[in-house]
Each structure stands twice: as C-alpha cells, then as structure tokens.
C-alpha cells in the first residue's frame, strides 16, 4: 500500500507539477509538460479510497462518495503543499494532485510583461487572468498580490477553491477564505466580503452567474478585483461574461463589464529549451476607451484589431508574445510556429535561430 506522503515527497524531489492516480495503474507525474509513470507499484481502488481517507478523514470522504468530486489541499511534512481533485471515472476513484510552491514567485521570474506591474497599481475595477488549466493563473495572481503586499498597506481578501499560496502578512492586512471550509461558496463569500471592509478582492474563479455578478458588483463598488476564467484570449473572455447572462440582461452587463474591466491577461506555458521549466506567453489587453466603447455596443470583433495597433501603451497579442519569446531563445521553434493562431504567418516570421544578441540579454536578466 502507497502512503500518500510518500508518494508526493517523491514527486517533489523529481521536480514533478502534478500527480495523477488511476486504478489499475501506477501513479504519473508530469515533469514540464511530460507524463512519467513513478517507479511505485499499481493502485486498486480500495488503495486509491485509502489515500483520499489518508488526506481527508472518514466523514469528508463519505461526503465524496455521495457527491463523486471533492476539491481540497494537503500537505506533506516538509511543507510541501497540493492542490487534490478526487473524483470517479468508470465507477473507480481518480486523483489528481497539482504541486503548490511553497514560496510566492517574484513579479520578475515569470517573465510576464512590466504591464502587469502596473496593473496593481490599480485602484479599482476588475483585472481578469484566463488560461487553460495548469496555466499559471494562479501563480500570476499570487505574484500580483504579492507585489500589492509589499508595496502597499491594504486590506486583502481571498476567496479560493483550495486555498493554494499562503501568503504572509507583510504590508498589507491579508485573509484567505477556503471555499467549502471557511464559506460555503464563492458567491456567498464575496456577499459577506463586501461588509469585510477589503480594499482588493481575489476571486478564485468566475465560475457561474451568481459569483460572476457579484464579482462585477465588488468592482463597481470601487474595489480593486482580480479573478479567473478558462478562457483563451481577451475577446472570448468578454464574450464569457456576457454570455453567462440571460439573454435579457446583456446589454446591462455590457455596460457594466464596460466601466468595471481594467484589463485581460490571457497566458499560456510553453516549455523552455535554454534550461528546465515553463516561461508563459500572454496576451494583454488594457481597457482603453475604444475598448470599453467595443464592449459597449458589442463589436467584441474589433478587440484583436485594437490589440494588435496598441502595443505602445502595454497590450500585446498571444503571437506577439511567443514571438518575443522565441527571439530570447526560450522557445523551440517548431512549438512555437504550432501553437501561434497563424502557423503559417509565424513560419516565415521566425528564423531558423533566434538573435544571439537577445537571448543574452534576456538569459542575463534572469541570473540577476
């Protein structure tokens, strides 16, 4: 029988971002992008309902059985800390871990754009991080949040589904509200949080009406609001919005979503080939005027033309980005011509090696 500690003490010291059990199998963890079986033997289901009672205890684990999913974090005895997804598939128990870091990252090791720096200087409005999952929403945000701490004295309320970084009270005044533990959903958090007396409110993710209108109400009561969505770029993250409404209710929406969003980071990773890891690639859009006017009178269609003509001002396109990427010798470039929105346009852009130049001058930053 595996112990779950074992196992993820295991995972952690080869560098894995993920575990993943499913019975009749060994367990897997991915390691920058690639799954590789572990070297441990394979798991039944009653081992695999052993581990989730192992992390959760009897009574949460009979709520499980009932409701076939349970979301919640566990921690090894180094500290290490996971985001866990139990869930059923063919009748049998599933899990999928996600390693949590145990130190919020710098603003700077991400190599996101200085635009997001800016962004939490922000005094209000909501600003929207979307991707697909295992994109590095989260750690995005924690590292805005983290710039916030320490630049500023506020009051910070997080609303997240499992808690995954813990951050410390540093300059500002921070709590961190575990959905299912200390409220019972994200909807009814933002409800109470609104009497909390929070100057930046993060949402774990917009994931229905309620929690998406009463995230839009925070913004326009002058809160500073940041949240998620599983979304690709910046015009399907405004057409999502609008769309969870009622038909009835759009044109109100729009024209709330119009005053309240400051901006849209869409990012994706790509795996580095000047050393191990990821380096995301972002799409940004800033609410301009002409944007809000697009959001307004529902010509979402012209977002991606704005982006591409405002680069002076901060926004940039997804192809622009692994574009620059590239040219700083963190991408492979077959990768890069095949996930851009233009295969062939990014084909005869990229050479067959980037600058040397840049890639120096980007490698430099990073070890300073």
Known sequence: MIHVKDMLAMAIEAGASDVHINTLLPPVMRINTELIVMDLPEVSNEDAAELVIQMVGEAKYKKFEEKRDL???????DGSRFRVNAHYQK????ISFRAISNQVPDLESLHLPEIVRELTDLPRGLVVVTGHT??????????????????????IITLEDPVEYLLDNQSCMIEQREIGSDCPTFASGLRHALRQDPDIILVGEMRDLETTSSTITAAETGHLVLSTLHTVNASQTVERIIDIYPASQ?????????????????????????RPGMVPC??????TS???NCIRENRIYEIPNIIETSRRLGMQSMDYSIQQNYMAGFLDREEAIVRSSNPGKMEKTLPAKPAPEAAQVEKAKARS
């Open 290 to 292: 002409a944007v809000r």
């Open 71 to 77: 979301d919640f974090s566990t921690m090894i005895d």
């Open 250 to 274: 759009q044109n109100q929406i729009r024209a709330m979503l119009a005053n309240t969003l400051q901006a849209v980071i869409s990012q994706t990773l790509f795996r580095r080939v000047d």
């Open 282 to 287: 972002c799409e940004i859009l800033l609410c």
């Open 134 to 155: 295992g994109s590095g929403k989260s750690t995005s945000l924690a590292s805005m949040i983290g710039v916030i701490n320490k630049k500023y004295k506020k009051r």
């Open 91 to 94: 009748e049998t128990i599933a």
